[in-house]
C-alpha cells in the first residue's frame, strides 16, 4: 500500500516534469468567447478556421483575429477589424483576458457605451475602436489604464465630456474626432503627445493658456466661419485642432 503511494507520487513527478506548459486557461477562453458572441458575429462564424468556441484552444487553433505571445500560450492581441460585428464590446469578459496588450475593433458597427470595466485591462497598450456606433459619455475609469500608448476613438457617436486624462502619463496619440464631445478641452500630457485631434466635435470654453503652451512650438489660433481652428507643430509635424463657437483663448 505504502509502496504503491510512492509509485503514484513519482509518476505524478514525472507527469509534472514532462507536461508541456498549460494551454490558456479556461476560464479566459470562457470569457473570449462571452466577449464574441456580445459581438454578434453572424455569418463571420463561418470564415474557416473562425475558431472562438470552448472546444479549441486560441493560440493552438489560431482563433482568427487574435495573437499570442511567443510561447504560443497567451493571448496578446486582439484584432477583429471589419468583420462586421454589431453588438456590444463587453469590457468585463475581454478584460479577463490578463496579458491583453492590444485591442482593436475597428470598422465594425459595435454600440453602446464603453462600460466602467474597461479599466481592468490593466496592461491594455493600444485600444482602437475607431469607425463603429459607440455611444455615450467616456468613463472616468478610461483614465485608469496605467500602460496606454494609443487610443483612437474617431468616428462614433461619443457624446459628453472628456474625462481628466493628464493621469494616464504614458499617453502618445489621442485621436477622438468626429464625435459628440461637448464641454472643454480635457487636460492631457500634451507635451508627449506625437499625435492628437479632437477636430468636429463640439467642445467649447476657454482654450487655455497653459493647454496652448504645452502644445506648441509653433501656434496659429484662427476663426473660420463660426469655429477655431488651432494649427500647431512639433517634432516637425503639424497638428490641427478644432472646435466650436464658444471657444475664446484666456
Ligand atoms: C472550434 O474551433 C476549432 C478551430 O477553428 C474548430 O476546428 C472546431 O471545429 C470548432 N468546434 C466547434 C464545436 O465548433
Ligand atoms: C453585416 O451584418 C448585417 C446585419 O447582421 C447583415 O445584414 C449584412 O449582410 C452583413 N454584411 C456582410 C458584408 O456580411
Ligand atoms: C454596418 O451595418 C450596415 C447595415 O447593416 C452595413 O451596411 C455596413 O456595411 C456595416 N458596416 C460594417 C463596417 O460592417
Ligand atoms: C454641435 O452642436 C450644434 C448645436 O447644438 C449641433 O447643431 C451640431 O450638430 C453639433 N455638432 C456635432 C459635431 O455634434
Redesign the pocket.
Known amino acids: 500500500m505504502y509502496q504503491n503511494q510512492s509509485i503514484l507520487r513519482v509518476f505524478i513527478v514525472f507527469f509534472l516534469l514532462l507536461s508541456p506548459a498549460k494551454p490558456e486557461d479556461q476560464r479566459i477562453i470562457q470569457a473570449l468567447v462571452v466577449f464574441m458572441n456580445k459581438l454578434v458575429p453572424g455569418p463571420m462564424q463561418n470564415i474557416p478556421g473562425w475558431g472562438w468556441n470552448t472546444s479549441s484552444d486560441p493560440c493552438t487553433s489560431k482563433w482568427v483575429g487574435l495573437t499570442c505571445d511567443k510561447d504560443n500560450i497567451r493571448v496578446t492581441k486582439i484584432v477583429i477589424d471589419k468583420l462586421n460585428l454589431s453588438g456590444t464590446l463587453e469590457f468585463e469578459s475581454v478584460c479577463k483576458v490578463s496579458n491583453l496588450l492590444v485591442l482593436s475593433v475597428n470598422f465594425n458597427n459595435i454600440t453602446e457605451n464603453i462600460q466602467q470595466e474597461i479599466s481592468n485591462c490593466k496592461r491594455l497598450t493600444h485600444l482602437y475602436l475607431t469607425g463603429n456606433k459607440f455611444l455615450g459619455h467616456l468613463p472616468d475609469s478610461i483614465t485608469d489604464l496605467p500602460n496606454v500608448k494609443r487610443m483612437f476613438l474617431s468616428n462614433n457617436g461619443f457624446t459628453g465630456q472628456l474625462p481628466d486624462f493628464s493621469r494616464t502619463t504614458g499617453m502618445l496619440s489621442f485621436f477622438a474626432q468626429n464625435n ?1 464631445f461637448t464641454g472643454q478641452l480635457p487636460r492631457f500630457n500634451y507635451h508627449q503627445l506625437d499625435g492628437f485631434s479632437v477636430a ?3 467642445f467649447s470654453g476657454p482654450m487655455t493658456r497653459a493647454i496652448l503652451m504645452q502644445v506648441a512650438l509653433r501656434v496659429t489660433l484662427s476663426y473660420v466661419g463660426r469655429s477655431w481652428h488651432i494649427h500647431f507643430s512639433f517634432s516637425s509635424k503639424e497638428y490641427r485642432v478644432s472646435g ?1 463657437v464658444n471657444t475664446r483663448l484666456t
Open positions: 459628440r468636429n466635435s463640439n466650436s
